[in-house]
T-cell receptor, first 113, second 117 residues
Framework: SQQGEEDPQALSIQEGENATMNCSYK?????LQWYRQNSGRGLVHLIL?????REKHSGRLRVTLDTSKKSSSLLITASRAADTASYFC?????????????FGTGTRLLVSP | GAVVSQHPSWVICKSGTSVKIECRSL??????MFWYRQFPKQSLMLMAT?????????EQGVEKDKFLINHASLTLSTLTVTSAHPEDSSFYIC?????????????FGDGTRLSIL
């Protein structure tokens, strides 16, 4: 599988600051998804951005997608301590009849009060 | 909506025991369910994909006789770790999707932490 790379691997910021995480992938995609994982829990879907979209917003989250560079970014604005979690990008892999998600390496975000 | 329940959340057992983990979609029908394994501070590794009523598809390197997967209904998939050994200790997570395509989000259970003594 073509696992995506995320950077930074870890990010530590203060409450109120913005957090930016980047994801690079290797194959052509029809969409890219971002997920969040609190420690010891399952993943929660945040945003799905399609290949014909360049930017998408959801509350304090902003996702961009640059298919020419095979990269995406997740911006969390005005971060809160509750945003502390690991964030993963994921891309579908496989033929059109069936696709599975391949997850990136993840970014561990720590937001300090 | 789109709730996936995974049970149990924590298992501690002796080496040689078989352990069954259940994954249920509570408010939707899941044609496809996925089983992942996650090591500390690492990403998710897909172990296998199960489609209701058919045999699971295992990823390369995953022993299908070791990790038995059954997807008997549109709302339930089970993973059985047979004759578990300490090296099988890990965090196992299931997820479910309404269709086989990758254009919809996956919904995840809260994971099962398996500790083999």
């Amino acid at each position: 599988s073509q696992q995506g790379e995320e950077d930074p691997q870890a990010l530590s910021i203060q409450e109120g600051e913005n957090a930016t995480m980047n994801c690079s992938y290797k194959t052509s995609i029809n969409n890219l998804q971002w997920y969040r994982q609190n420690s010891g829990r399952g993943l929660v879907h945040l945003i799905l951005i399609r290949s014909n979209e360049r930017e998408k917003h959801s509350g304090r989250l902003r996702v961009t997608l640059d298919t020419s560079k095979k990269s995406s970014s997740l911006l969390i604005t005005a971060s809160r301590a509750a945003d502390t979690a690991s964030y993963f990008c994921a891309t579908p892999e496989g033929n059109t009849g069936f696709q599975k998600l391949v997850f990136g390496t993840g970014t561990r975000l720590l937001v300090s009060p | 909506g789109a709730v996936v329940s995974q049970h149990p959340s924590w298992v501690i057992c002796k080496s040689g025991t078989s352990v069954k983990i259940e994954c249920r979609s509570l408010d939707f029908q899941a044609t496809t369910m996925f089983w992942y394994r996650q090591f500390p501070k690492q990403s998710l590794m897909l172990m296998a994909t199960s489609n209701e009523g058919s045999k699971a598809t295992y990823e390369q390197g995953v022993e299908k006789d070791k990790f038995l997967i059954n997807h008997a209904s549109l709302t339930l998939s089970t993973l059985t770790v047979t004759s578990a050994h300490p090296e099988d200790s890990s965090f196992y997570i299931c997820s479910a999707r309404v269709n086989p395509f990758g254009d919809l989000p996956q919904h995840f259970g809260d994971g099962t932490r398996l500790s083999i003594l």
